[in-house]
């Protein structure tokens, strides 16, 4: 089972980027999947999370309204829309699976893939 974390680099204040999760060994589709991220000296946080069995998403407070999760069901991939970025954006962000379908809580992640950093200079 592996899950990676794509997509990250340097980008200007209030520019986009598109993050990916993909995976090999297992479907994204049978778990809701979260994203998280973690900055310096931070604990890692949940941004964003997306059900299995009804597609519904919720988010961060700080990340409302900009950022958005989705599916690709044939390519097995969720992805993370994250525009008008800010400075305090900057982590390193993760993606995570959630077997139990329970709102992607952080301790109870089942499999966790490798980083991806994004650095939003001001």
């Known amino acids: 089972v592996q899950l990676q974390a794509s997509g990250g680099g340097l980008v200007q204040s209030g520019g986009s980027l598109r993050l990916s999760c993909a995976a090999s060994?297992?479907?994204?589709?049978?778990?809701?999947i979260g994203w998280f991220r973690q900055a310096p000296g931070k604990e890692r946080e949940r941004v964003s999370c997306?059900?299995?069995?009804?597609?519904?998403?919720d988010y961060a407070d700080s990340v409302k309204g900009r950022f958005t999760i989705s599916r690709d069901h044939a390519k097995n991939t969720v992805y993370l829309q994250m525009n008008s970025l800010k400075p305090e954006d900057t982590a390193v962000y993760y993606c995570?699976?959630?077997?139990?379908?329970?709102?992607?809580?952080?301790?109870?992640?089942?499999?966790w893939g490798k980083g991806t950093l994004v650095t939003v200079s001001s």
């Open positions: 995570a699976t959630d077997i139990r379908d329970w709102g992607c809580m952080r301790d109870l992640m089942d499999h």
């Open positions: 997306i059900s299995s069995s009804d597609g519904s998403t």
């Open positions: 060994g297992l479907t994204l589709d049978y778990y809701a």
